[in-house]
Each structure stands twice: as C-alpha cells, then as structure tokens.
C-alpha cells in the first residue's frame, strides 16, 4: 500500500518536537561537537546535503540534537516510509524525503534538488544501511549526481555514538566539499564514483578525530 510522501505546509510538529526534546537530550547525550579544522568552524547555511556514517537507527537524532541550528530534511528508504500509516505520516511531518533504493526515480532526485535549492538542508547516510560502529560500506554515488544538480556543497559528519551513560556523544563535522569545482558540471559515471570515494576517505579520517 501506498501512502502520501509530499511535505506538510509548515514545520509546526518538527519545531515542536525539537524544542521539547532539545533539554533531555542534551542531558542523556551530553553532545560534544569536534571539527576538522578551522575551516570547519561556521554555520550550515544556504543549500547543503549533509552526509554521515550510519551506526545505528537514533542517528538522525543524534545529528538533530546536535547540529540544530538547522531542520534536517532526512533521506530515507521507501521500504520504511511505507512500513505503515504512522511511519508515512511521522516522517511526513518530519519532511523526510523517501527513495526506492533498487530503483532510484527521476522524482525523487527532484524532490532532493529542489530542496537543496530552496537554501534548505538535506541530510542523507550514503552507506544506504545502519552498518554498525567501527564498519562501513560503499558510498552511494548518488549523493555526488545531487549536489551537483544542485549546485551545492557536500557537508561531512561522522557520528561516535554514546555506549554508555557515563559517555559523551561525539561528532566531527568536516570541511565542505565543492564537487561541482572538483568534477565540472558534467563529469563521467567514472568520475563521480571516484568523488564517492574520496568522501568516504573524508569520512575514515573524521573517524580517526573523533577516535582520538
């Protein structure tokens, strides 16, 4: 069965919950943002697809709690979008964007673009699956062929998730990456894997920062 995936009109329910949740999950959590480097240190702003390692299913809450200046539009897989009634109308409410990752449509490539240039943040785990802490799993090509079409910067985070109370959350936000000035605009198949690549290479040395 399929259910509606459009957007509400505002994010009345997204704001809701991010401000009741915001207090007791900065006291579970304790997050502790690091960075790549001094070009690392400003504000997301403007039209940017944030992408992160997947090491369990609260990651997007983590990534909400601590990079909360800005509302995260979450890619998810149509599969659990769909699961049921709820999910459609939570994520909804939440302006998840789902994909069919066997079949991958014009329309949501368009959905993600338009977002991206509307000056809105897109944030999507390219691995494409919860891998677990200390794995990883290819980077999904696509996120490249995104920003591309929307002229926009790729954004870096690696999440180490806290394992026990008396840890800290820890994140490492990276540098931007512009691959449009890395590629051209209209690279290969060839390239564009290739660009997949290096941003996971980024994402082993956040790991490392993180790790440390």
């Known amino acids: ?48 697809l944030l992408i992160s390692n997947h090491a369990g299913y609260i990651d997007p809450v983590y990534l909400m709690l601590t990079l909360c200046t800005r509302r995260h539009h979450f890619v998810c897989t149509k599969n659990i979008f769909e699961s049921s009634k709820f999910h459609s109308w939570l994520f909804r409410q939440f302006h998840c964007i789902p994909i069919d990752k066997e079949n991958f449509s014009i329309s949501s490539l368009r959905r993600i673009t338009d977002e991206l240039k509307a000056g809105h943040l897109v944030t999507m785990f390219p691995e494409g ?23 926009c910067p790729i954004m870096p985070v690696f999440i180490k998730p806290q394992r026990h109370f008396w840890n800290r959350l820890r994140l490492v936000l990276g540098e931007p990456v512009d691959v449009r000035a890395m590629l051209g605009p209209r690279p290969g198949l060839a390239e564009i894997d290739e660009a997949a690549k290096l941003l996971q290479e980024k994402e082993a040395i956040l790991s490392r920062i993180c790790n440390k």
């Open 1 to 48: 069965m399929k259910y509606r995936t459009d957007p509400p009109k505002n994010y009345l329910f997204y704001d809701l919950v991010a401000v009741t949740a915001a207090l007791p999950g900065l006291i579970a959590f304790r997050p502790k943002l690091l960075y790549e480097s001094d070009n690392a240190k400003h504000k997301l702003h403007g039209g940017m």
């Open 129 to 151: 699956r919860v891998v677990g802490e200390g794995d990883s799993a290819p980077f999904k090509s696509g996120m490249v062929l995104m920003a591309l079409q929307a002229n």
